[in-house]
Structure formats: C-alpha cells, structure tokens
C-alpha cells in the first residue's frame, strides 16, 4: 500500500537512522532508497537494510532521482522523504488512515520538527508576490490567524490544528499515486528546490486538496549539524548550518516557476521584490562586514542580485 522513497547524496549516518526509524514504525512499507553516487560509503550501509536501492553513477540532482524511484514504484501511496528525517512509529499509520477516510485529498503532510523541538514549517502558500510581501512583514501571530494573512512559509498558522494549504514541502509529502497518473511526474527541470512546489501548483489545478495533518510528527534535521556522536535525539547540542549559500540557486529556480505558471506582471513584480529585499539585506549586514559570516552573506546577495538582473521573461 505504501512505497517510501529517498534520495540520498552523502547523507550516510543520517540516511541510517532514518531507515531505522522507518523499519522500527509500526506500518510495514517498502522502501526505495536512490543513491546519487555518493561517496561516503553510503552504499554499504544500505545494503544493510530490506530496501530497494537504485544506486547511479552520477548525481542526477532531486527530481530526476524521484521520478526514477515513483516508476519503479507499485503502491496506492508514495512517501517523499528526505534522508535526514525520522518518523515516530505511528506516523505512516496515521497518515495512511487518514488519506484513506478522506478520498478528495491528493497530498498530506504532517507536523515537522527540528531536533530542537522547534516547528518546521512545511505547509506554504504558493509563492505569489503578495505571499512574498507578507513572508518580509512582522505581522503578529495573533492578527495573522484572525485574518488569515499568511506570508509564503506561514509561519503563523496554528500547527496543531488541521489545515488546507497549497504546498507541502518535500521533506516529508505523502502522495496518491492516481493523482500523479493525472498530473505526472516530478518536472525535471526544477532541480533540487521549488520542484514541490511545481507538483502540489499542477494538483491542484486538478481539483485536489493537499492538507496538512497536525495527528503525527517526524523530526528533520534539515540544516541542522550535530556537534557529537549523530542520533536522531533532542538532548543533543545543535549548529545551523549556513543556508544562504544556494540563494541564487533557489532563484533560478523560482523564476523558472514564474515563467511556467504565473503571468508576466506577477514575474516582473517577483524580480523587483527579489532585488529590493536583497540590496537591502546587504545594506543592513554592511554595517557588521568586519565579520566572515556578513562578508560571505553580502558576496552571496550580490550573486542573486546577478541572477535576477541576467534572467529574463522567456516562458518555459
């Protein structure tokens, strides 16, 4: 009923304690594990496990690696799921339970955590102007629920309550596969960021609901680095890793989902926000440049700001 699938990219110690949380769940599935030709002897420690590995040659990037898994794949449902995730025991259980009362629902997520307890926020609003505009507001918590105004990764919204939502994030999406047998596949040229976003738009366009289901967690690491011995524990000691670095990667990516889906006002309005949000990102972290970390943020702005001044509307 349920084929789990993972792209891993030199995730070895992490991938390991996520299949280990998956075979130690209380919902038998089976598990198809992509290695994009890792070289950190990730291939070893899989052959450990019960799960089906397509191991490439070349890292194929995200997308590609997902659609080669979902054609291999028979089940009613497909998990997405990171390699540094880790599911509670009842987590598929609950989620399977829940698609299965609720036909009209195409994709689902969950509650997402860090290891620190903090929320992940994996439900968004699809990324048009306006959900930008809002994402850079400090809207209160409390105005934003009573009005319902919610930036791009809404933040704000109640997680333990159940929502309809537009996106829910890679990390941890549970799909219908007679959904993806109407919309397709993953689209391969979105490469590693936004590709979510690009399947969850196309489903609904079909009519579908995609929810976010509050009845079950799982903990992803995400960037999060452990400083000692890795378990998937909260008692651990965390670092955040710098995420700023692929910026004008996630850019590139953004636009191309612009020019897909939305028209060319909406594009050109996105490009203006994009610039003006980084200028003055860098302004801001000019004053603290004696610092590596502001000088490397303020390199990595002004290599977006390059991307979005060299892009141009040329529809996909």
């Not at 038998?28 to 052959?47: G, L, T, Y």
């Not at 651990?236 to 990516?253: S, T």
Request: a positive charge; charged letters at 30%; one cysteine or more.
């Amino acid at each position: 009923m349920l084929d789990v699938i993972i792209v891993n990219y030199n995730m070895k110690d992490l991938l390991e304690e996520s299949l280990n949380s998956i075979f130690k769940s209380d919902f038998r599935a089976n598990v198809i594990v992509v290695d994009n030709a890792s070289s950190d002897n990730s291939i070893e420690m899989i052959k450990k496990f019960k799960v089906r590995l397509i191991a490439n040659k070349e890292n194929l990037g995200l997308t590609k690696a997902l659609n080669q898994a979902i054609k291999k794949s028979h089940s009613k449902y497909i998990q997405i799921m990171h390699p540094d995730v880790a599911v509670n025991k009842d987590t598929f259980s609950k989620m399977i339970e829940f698609m299965e009362k609720n036909k009209e629902v195409a994709a689902l997520g969950c509650k997402v955590k860090h290891p620190d307890g903090k929320i992940f926020p994996s439900a968004h609003r699809s990324p048009r102007p306006r959900a930008f505009v809002l994402e850079m507001m400090p809207i209160p918590r409390s105005i934003a629920r009573k009005f319902n105004i919610y930036g791009l990764f809404m933040r704000n919204i109640d997680f333990n309550k159940l929502h309809e939502v537009e996106i829910i994030a890679s990390a941890f999406l549970l799909l219908r596969r007679d959904v993806l047998n109407e919309t397709g596949l993953f689209d391969e040229d979105f490469t590693n960021w936004t590709s979510e976003w690009d399947l969850c738009y196309r489903i609904k366009q079909k009519n579908w609901k995609i929810i976010y289901y509050p009845g079950t967690e799982v903990i992803h690491y995400e960037s999060y680095v452990p400083k000692n011995k890795l378990k998937f524990s909260k008692e651990i000691e965390y670092k955040f890793k710098k995420g700023y670095v692929v910026a004008d990667k996630v850019q590139k990516m953004l636009f191309l989902f612009y020019k897909k889906h939305y028209p060319k006002y909406d594009y050109y309005i996105f490009k203006f926000l994009s610039i003006s949000n980084l200028l003055l990102k860098s302004f801001l972290k000019s004053f603290t440049i004696f610092k590596e970390d502001s000088r490397s943020r303020i390199y990595n702005y002004f290599k977006t700001i390059k991307v979005c001044l060299e892009d141009g509307y040329n529809k996909k």
